[in-house]
Each structure stands twice: as C-alpha cells, then as structure tokens.
C-alpha cells in the first residue's frame, strides 16, 4: 500500500521568478524570468552568441522592448528542436507567456502586438504518390 505524504504548496511572490513554455513550429522553449540586471542566457551560452544576427536578437528580445523593461529582468532559457528562426519565436512566446504571469497587466499591450498568440503554421506531412505535400510529379509526353 503507498504511503501518502502532503504536498506542500509554494506560493510564487513577485521577487521570486516566472516560468513559462513557448512553442513555434517543432521548436520548444522552456523560459525563466527573474528580476535582476539584464542578463539573458540560452542553452547555457549568451544570448548575442546564440542567436548571432541582429533580426533574431531583436526578435528575442521584442516583448521587453513592448512593455519598457529592457534591463529589467534575468532570463534563462532552455530550447531544443526547429531552427533559428523557430527557435527564436519559441523563446519570444515563451517570455510573453512568463511576463503575463509575472503581471497580468503586461498582457494588453504584449497582446497588441501578437506575441501571445500560438502561430499553427507548421510544415505540412507528405502525402503518398506526391513529390512533396502537394507537389505531384511532372507529366512527361515523350
């Protein structure tokens, strides 16, 4: 027979931390926001080293842009599958996800711009007698 033992439910404070997931394509991001001095962190390398092109940094970094708060917190980040891009949207998504939760009053403006909503888009299955998903093979008279 197990032996039940009592759950002992953490309440999170502001001064704690916020975690969230974000999801684009077959990318996957587990994000971790902290206050603190700006320091941001993915898969254990600065920021700026993995994701070296300025699009995705700014990409990355946009939904603190949105709300004013640029230097204002910690982050740390853990992303796996995709590419850069996917990759760079998941974590996007994942830091809107984990700002609402640390203030609801964020969500508004994050909202606005479209940082909180799920992009479905994803790459379509092949199908059988197909080149590719649709694509059909080239007729040939002769």
Do not use: C
Request: no cysteine.
């Amino acid at each position: 027979m197990p032996i039940k033992t009592e759950k002992t439910e953490k309440t999170v404070k502001p001064t704690d931390m916020s975690r969230a997931v974000g999801r684009r394509k077959t990318a996957s991001a587990r994000v971790r926001i902290t206050p603190g001095k700006g320091a941001f962190v993915v898969n254990a390398k600065e920021m700026k080293v993995y994701f070296p092109t300025p699009f995705l940094q700014q990409k990355v970094t946009s939904p603190f842009t949105v709300i004013g708060k640029e230097n204002a917190y910690d982050v740390s980040v853990k992303v796996v599958g995709g590419g850069p891009v996917g990759q760079a949207e998941a974590v996007r998504h994942g830091i809107t996800r984990a700002l609402v939760l640390w203030n609801p009053d964020f969500r508004p403006a994050l909202k606005a711009e479209g940082f909180l909503t799920r992009d479905p888009r994803a790459r379509e299955r092949k199908k059988p007698g197909k080149r590719r998903a649709r694509r059909g093979h080239q007729w040939k008279k002769r």
